[in-house]
C-alpha cells in the first residue's frame, strides 16, 4: 500500500523567512496530493493541492511541486508569518473512488519567530 | 456554509464502555470518511461511507464500526474501549468520491481520552 514519508518533522524559521516541508510517497499510482494546516484545538484545513497532471501550483505566498518520477511533492511558504505557525500535513490519495483513503504523513510543526 | 460538524467535542469513558461519536458533514456532500489522530501514529484512515454504504476500510478491529444516514449524517461507534482508544476522531466530508482531487474537508474533531 501506499506510504508517505515527511520532513522535517519540526521547522522553526525567523518571520519574513521561507519554509520548505518534503514529503515523498511510494505507490506510483497516487494521482492527488494535498497539503493541511492543523492549528491548535482545531481540524485539519485543506491549504493546497495538486493533481498528478501539474508540476507546480501557487496561491499567494504558497506553492507546492510535484516530481512525479522521484515521488516527492513539497510545499513552499514565503515571506512566513507568525500566524504560518501551526502543524503541517501532506497526504496522497491512490486510487480514484477512494475518497477517503488519503494517506498522511506523520506532520511537521512549524514555528515562525517574530 | 456551515462546516463539518462534530458531537461531541469532547468525551471522557472508562474501559470496557462503548461510544458513538456523531457527524454532519457540509450540506451537499455525499461521502464521509472518520480518521484517528494520535500523536503517535498520526493520522491514520478507519472508513468511508457513500450514499448509506460502507466504501472502504482502514486497518482498525471490528470493534470500530460506523454507519451513514439518508441525510448524509455519519455515526461512529468503538465498543469495548481500550486505553489506546484516547485519541482524536476526525470527520470529513467531501461533494463526490469518483472525481480524482474532490478534496475532503474535516471537522474540528472529537476528543475521545479512555481511563
Known amino acids: 500500500g501506499e506510504n508517505v514519508e515527511q520532513h522535517p518533522s519540526t521547522l522553526s524559521v525567523q518571520e519574513g523567512d521561507s519554509a520548505v516541508i518534503k514529503c515523498t510517497y511510494s505507490d506510483s499510482a497516487s494521482n492527488y496530493f494535498p497539503w493541511y494546516k492543523q492549528e491548535l484545538g482545531k481540524g485539519p484545513q485543506l491549504i493546497i493541492d495538486i493533481r498528478s497532471n501539474v508540476g507546480e501550483k501557487k496561491d499567494q505566498r504558497i506553492a507546492v511541486t510535484l516530481n512525479k518520477t522521484a515521488k516527492h511533492f513539497s510545499l513552499h511558504i514565503t515571506e512566513t508569518q507568525p500566524e504560518d505557525s501551526a502543524v503541517y500535513f501532506c497526504?496522497?490519495?491512490?486510487?480514484?473512488?477512494?475518497?477517503?483513503?488519503?494517506?498522511f504523513g506523520k506532520g511537521t510543526k512549524l514555528s515562525v519567530k517574530p | 456554509k456551515a462546516g463539518v460538524t462534530q458531537t461531541p467535542r469532547y468525551l471522557i469513558k472508562t474501559r470496557g464502555q462503548q461510544v458513538t461519536l456523531s457527524c454532519s458533514p457540509i450540506?451537499?456532500?455525499?461521502?464521509v470518511s472518520w480518521y484517528q489522530q494520535t500523536p503517535g501514529q498520526g493520522l491514520q484512515f478507519l472508513f468511508e461511507?457513500?450514499?448509506?454504504?460502507?466504501?472502504n476500510k482502514g486497518n482498525f478491529p471490528g470493534r470500530f464500526s460506523g454507519r451513514q444516514f439518508s441525510n448524509s449524517r455519519s455515526e461512529m461507534n468503538v465498543s469495548t474501549l481500550e486505553l489506546g482508544d484516547s485519541a482524536l476522531y476526525l470527520c470529513a466530508s467531501s461533494p463526490s468520491r469518483d472525481r480524482v482531487g474532490s478534496p475532503l474537508h474535516f471537522g474540528n474533531g472529537t476528543r475521545l481520552t479512555v481511563t
Open positions: 450540506s451537499g456532500h455525499r461521502s
Open positions: 497526504a496522497a490519495r491512490s486510487r480514484a473512488g477512494s475518497q477517503g483513503n488519503l494517506i
Open positions: 461511507y457513500f450514499s448509506e454504504t460502507q466504501r
